[in-house]
């Protein structure tokens, strides 16, 4: 049975720096696609960042050259390193892993139960 769970969120001032950590069990991120989304309230779940097999990034334009994926395949672990961070960048973030998927599209077939984060100005 596949489990994602994610760490590391909190709250953290305006121009702070976070980063997010997704552990999982189940799967083996070197042969997974893996992606972080996040969902503000009363707003759609958007994705953040995606990372292939060949550790080739995507990032929505709102976070381009603010934040970081990266993954540990040795550890088995995801993360978003986040920084320069906004209060809109508040969202519960969530990590998503599929075998065959690679993109900020939600179709992602593993998630996890998501980690919040706040920004405060």
């Known amino acids: 049975q596949v489990q994602l769970v994610e760490s590391g969120g909190g709250s953290v001032q305006a121009g702070g720096s976070l980063t997010l950590s997704c552990a999982a069990f189940?799967?083996?991120?070197?042969?997974?696609?893996m992606g972080w989304f996040r969902q503000a309230p009363g707003k759609e779940r958007e994705g953040v960042a995606s990372?292939?097999?060949?550790?080739?990034?995507r990032y929505a334009d709102s976070v381009k050259g603010r934040f970081t994926i990266s993954k540990d395949n040795a550890k088995n672990t995801l993360y978003l390193q986040m920084n320069s961070l906004k209060p809109e960048d508040t969202a519960m973030y969530y990590c998503?892993?599929?075998?065959?998927?690679?993109?900020?599209?939600?179709?992602?077939?593993?998630w996890g139960h998501g980690t919040q984060v706040t920004v405060s100005a």
């Open positions: 990372i292939d097999r060949v550790d080739s990034t």
């Open positions: 189940g799967i083996t991120y070197s042969s997974n696609c």
């Open positions: 998503a892993a599929d075998y065959v998927y690679c993109g900020l599209r939600q179709y992602y077939s593993n």
